[in-house]
């Protein structure tokens, strides 16, 4: 089964940057998104940014939009998550994930949309990300 491995977490004051490094340690069969979910204390999951493999859509929630930048190396099976400008509200576990979308693009069309975490068969095992004031 695929390994994925998920890293580059920490703990910052608010308004500076980290980057988190995702590798799978072989690419995700029938896997068409790859992904970044987060999910804080008390919280659900929610889906922080994704890429479409096939074309490089990307998608954002709007809580990050600006600010956060997902990227792929396919040459490494690894996908990054570039995070500036941090918030106390960006604090939670962060979780990489692959999945499916059969139908295409999910996100596609402009119209309002949220990742969901039931698409993604492929799971990190977490890093935290704590941002303080």
């Known amino acids: 089964r695929v390994q994925v491995a998920d890293s580059g977490g920490g703990s910052v004051q608010a308004g500076r940057s980290l980057r988190l490094s995702c590798k799978f340690s072989?690419?995700?069969?029938?896997?068409?998104?790859m992904g970044w979910f987060r999910q804080a204390p008390g919280k659900e999951r929610e889906g922080v940014a994704c890429?479409?493999?096939?074309?490089?859509?990307?998608y954002y929630a709007d809580s990050v939009k600006g600010r956060f930048t997902i990227s792929k190396d396919n040459a490494l099976n690894t996908i990054y998550l570039q995070m500036n400008r941090l918030r106390p509200e960006d604090t939670a576990v962060y979780y990489c994930?692959?999945?499916?979308?059969?139908?295409?693009?999910?996100?596609?069309?402009?119209?309002?949309?949220?990742?969901?975490?039931?698409?993604?068969?492929?799971w990190g095992q977490g890093t935290q990300v704590t941002v303080s004031s």
């Open positions: 072989a690419y995700p069969g029938n896997s068409n998104m």
């Open positions: 890429l479409w493999t096939g074309g490089g859509a990307s």
């Open positions: 994930a692959a999945g499916n979308s059969p139908w295409g693009v999910p996100w596609a069309g402009g119209r309002p949309y949220t990742l969901p975490a039931s698409d993604f068969g492929y």
